[in-house]
């Protein structure tokens, strides 16, 4: 796939951005109707990322969080996350990562360690190791059994990452295994998921 | 946002919050920060904002702030540390930080909170597009705009439908989470061949053409919207000035 | 020349086994109504894509065959381009919206914005199609609170506004109640009487017979008949491919041939009735 970065903005891709940050919210609504303890708001990201690629992915990331910061500035900070979890999923799907289920764990590891990264960076640097959130609780009793900040915040991110990427991501998969092969054909990082033998020169 | 405020041109809004993100940053100290949000708020009852201003603010801003106090102060061990109670220790230096860290992140906040609720998103990409910003983008900002209080209004009627139809919301937490699902399931499908449909009537109403776009809305900038730019940037550049000369 | 020609068109979708349109050559004269009718399924809205040229474009799949468009190879069109020569509305109101726009005024001069029209033409234009329209009530709405029929009112608008020469109308009427569609076709009269060449899928074949000059029969991805509206319409082997004859034509070709006469003769829309029987002395 050796094709200019410009090729992965058919107008196509570009309304999956819309629709990727819709659905971001709608989870994250979604989270707190049925009372879960995480928050599934990602799911647009990493869809949109794996039939869209990295760039459609980033920018769906971005906006959700841009959008979000209109209401609560706080999530403009955090765009980062989001930002590297939509650009770098985007790589794995074209590298096919994701049709096989070594590449999917592989996947799935490096995705937290991104996110919990970028996370701890962010919360350290900008809010003193606090995001506002539920999850600031472990980290404290990180901190109370003598650990440094930066490790508790890692070590917080690594833990709430691996829960985030793991259901986001499962989710995202399940429902492409249900997207009509007619659509991924138009999408130029669709073709992995496509359930049909690609015949002719589709 | 039919106030004054409301009317003036999103860039001279933006200069304005601009300045005053860097003058947060560049400031030293933590009392000039924390004048800045009484000044917004001073602003937004101007703007007739004052109440939105304030709910929003406090809906995310203040528990932050608290956290970082607890982290930073109690928590955290620092130099100065001194041990009240098992992992509770005070710091002095974890005081001073939390300080300047919160009282930037209460400047910053506030003048965002401020901007985005006496801007229309309409004026913002009007603005966007008159300064050359590629169709591309503003096109898509504006339907991420439109579209997310439909897609939860959708949700919404996904959501009572799968529930009438037996699916189970309450219960263990495996229940809740397997209710995820049938919610979101039906709610990407259709907007997935929804999206595929638009791109037909996108298409049929130009929007890959390559000439220059136009606008039917127009915001026209006034005196006063040259007169806050020009001086934004004095301020900036006296300020500037002041602390080299220092 | 005509404004359109289709000349030996073959054409299957990606990932599927079948082709969906078969060896189909076709020519539309400017200024005609074309009423494109056809059982579900038998490849009426591919059809229309590939005049329009989404087929191959967006959809990919193997297209053999040469469109014409006045005279000149689609290939030879900007994508971008071929909206101001060929407005193309669909059948599911609820997706034709820009989605980028919150009142309906604006919504209609979308399109124009896309090509670059000037401000004060564009305000020109979009008063006269809200007149042409009757969209006076509506231009302050948010489009995505107008009800299906308005939705697909303002759809047809926004696609108009660019002046097309040629317009293709996808079942604009099939999720629409009476009234609604009764506005529609009086606009797809006025279009006409504006010179504009218009290819209407339509299964109601009562207003095809009223409004459409020629009739082009579509059966499994073939164009089976085609010609004049009275020829196609009163000939019972419509039925055979898929087709519908109008309720009174079917009685008039029944009561013919009882009778021996010639089905040529049958009458197709009420006041076409109202002068037959006027003439056999029977009112
Ligand atoms: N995107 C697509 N991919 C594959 N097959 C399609 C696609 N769109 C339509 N078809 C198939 O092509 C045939 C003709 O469809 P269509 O042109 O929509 O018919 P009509 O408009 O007359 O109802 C149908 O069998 C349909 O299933
Ligand atoms: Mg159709």
Known sequence: ?202 | MDSRIGNLYPSSKFTFIILIILLSMLVPGFIFQYMIFLFIFLISLFSGTAIKFLSTFMKSIPILILFIFIFQVFLIVNEDSQQIWAFIHFSQIGLMTSLTMTSKIVAISSSIIWFFQVTRVKDIIYALEQSGVSQKVTFVIASTIQLIPQMLNLSRTIADAQKSRGIETEGTLFVRMKAFIPMIGPLVLSSIQQIEERVLALESRAFSSKAKKTSIYELRKQKIDYIIVIFCILVLIVYIVWRIKL | MSIISLININYTYPLEEKQTIHSLSLDLEKGCVYGLTGANESGKTTICNIIRGFIPELYKGELTGEVMIKGKNINDYNIGDLATIIGYSFQNPFTQLSGVKDTVYEEIAYGMENIGVPRSKMIQKVDEIVKMFQLEDLIDKNPFELSGGQKQRVAIASVVALDPEIIILDEPTSQLDPKSTEDIFEIIQLLKKQGKTILLVEHKVDLLAAYCDEILLISRGELVMQGPVKEILSNPKVVEYGGQLPQVALYFIKKAKANGSSVSQVPLTVQEVYDHLNKDGEV
């Open chain 1, 1 to 202: 796939m050796k094709r200019g970065i410009k090729h992965d903005f058919s107008l196509l891709a570009l309304l999956l951005i819309p629709v990727g940050v819709s659905l971001n919210v709608v989870g994250y609504q979604l989270s707190t109707i049925l009372k879960l303890p995480v928050f599934i708001d990602q799911i647009g990201t990493i869809m949109v990322s794996m039939i869209a690629g990295p760039w459609i992915g980033l920018l769906a990331g971005l906006l959700g969080n841009v959008v979000n910061g209109m209401l609560n500035p706080i999530a403009i900070g955090f765009s980062i996350v989001s930002v590297s979890v939509g650009l770098v999923s985007g790589y794995f799907s074209k590298w096919r990562f994701y049709t096989n289920i070594f590449g999917i764990i592989i996947a799935c590891v490096l995705l937290t360690i991104v996110q919990a990264f970028s996370a701890a960076i962010v919360t350290v640097f900008l809010f003193g190791g606090v995001t506002g959130a539920g999850t600031d609780l472990i980290t404290a009793t990180f901190l109370a059994t003598g650990r440094e900040l930066w490790n508790s915040v890692v070590s917080t991110n690594l833990i709430s990452g691996a829960v985030n990427t793991i259901i986001n991501f499962g989710i995202s998969w399940l429902i492409i295994r249900k997207v009509p092969d007619r659509f991924l054909i138009k999408l130029n990082y669709g073709a992995p998921y496509i359930k049909k033998e690609v015949n002719v020169n589709g």
